[in-house]
């Protein structure tokens, strides 16, 4: 294979295409070059959840766990290590990617440990921490789009470091990311930042929302018909938001000094629901300058079979709004719908990052043994 028609039709539509998974098998077996060389691939993502995983499987990890026992590590210094490993072995292998895009993308996200979500300033330290311990350019930080979160992505910024801003699932926090994310930058000029060398995404979660509200329809009369259209919409909107910040004065004046639109990036793009075509959230989010963020099952359905259409999203502001209003009237509440897939989010994430911690002190104790 030297390359995929239907994502290549993705690429050339202005969506980047990352992989939602990262494991050191994936490194070491030569599946994530492949994937580069073969499949458009010009980032990954990681999460907590992803890692948990890939751990469970330790056989790739068993020399570095056996040194690290040897030292004596601590179960969170190993954590540390192992992780910042497979993103630092990883943004290697993304280094003429990130190159021949400028530093646009050939991007790998490594996330602050999710315990830290609702403390800005210990996400601060991590973040700062974890840059430091990568030293990679196309490296980015994860930090969650929590109400703490928000001031820890502008601190983040303003010294300098990118950011994956993630677990964004409404309009109005991705407003607030995006105000977050120019206060970064404005306070990164003010330090003496090169803003050309500074980026970031919004990871706005698609699937997900999706889930919750079909969920909720389903006990609705007259439900049935708005089934599968939130998440569509609301991502649409999403981007109409984007369009709307970025085209201002206030990112103009920034754009001047080098800076960098924060493309959103669709995140949750594997479908929930079996019944639903598994390239929707690919075919239907089609649109200039966006991530689209991929599981592995996702990415290989959109090279078989995606509908690339062109732009799918701008210009569908209004008939979004329609759907939302129509979702309203019918009795969903959607500010509800939000807060309980953030809750949900962060904590999904905090669980999976302490069965890693489990997963690690297990093969900790066993390599002393």
Known sequence: MTGNNNLKALSQAGVAIWLDDLSRQRINSGNLTELIN???????????TIFAKALADAADYDEQ??????RGASVDQAVREITTTDIRDAADLFREVHRRTDGLDGRISLEVDPRLAHDTERTVAEALDLAKAVDRPNMFVKIPATAAGLPAITRVLAEGVSVNVTLIFSVQRHREVMDAYLSGLEQAKANGHDLSRIA???????????AEVDKRLE?????????GKAAIANARLAYAAYEEVFSGERFQALKQQGARVQRPLWASTGVKDPTYSDTRYVDELVAP?????MPEATLHAAAD?????????????ASSQDVFDSLSALGVDLDDVYAVLEREGVEKFEKSWNELLDSVSEQLEQAKQ
């Open 38 to 48: 073969n499949y458009e691939l010009a980032g990954v993502t990681s999460n907590p």
């Open 65 to 70: 766990v056996r040194q690290l026992a040897a």
């Open 200 to 210: 970031s995404v919004a990871s706005f979660f698609v699937s997900r929302v999706d």
């Open 219 to 227: 006990k609705l009369a007259g439900g049935e018909q708005l089934r």
């Open 289 to 293: 300058d966006t991530v689209n963020t």
């Open 305 to 317: 079979h995606a509908d690339v259409r062109g732009d799918a999203v701008s210009g569908k502001a």
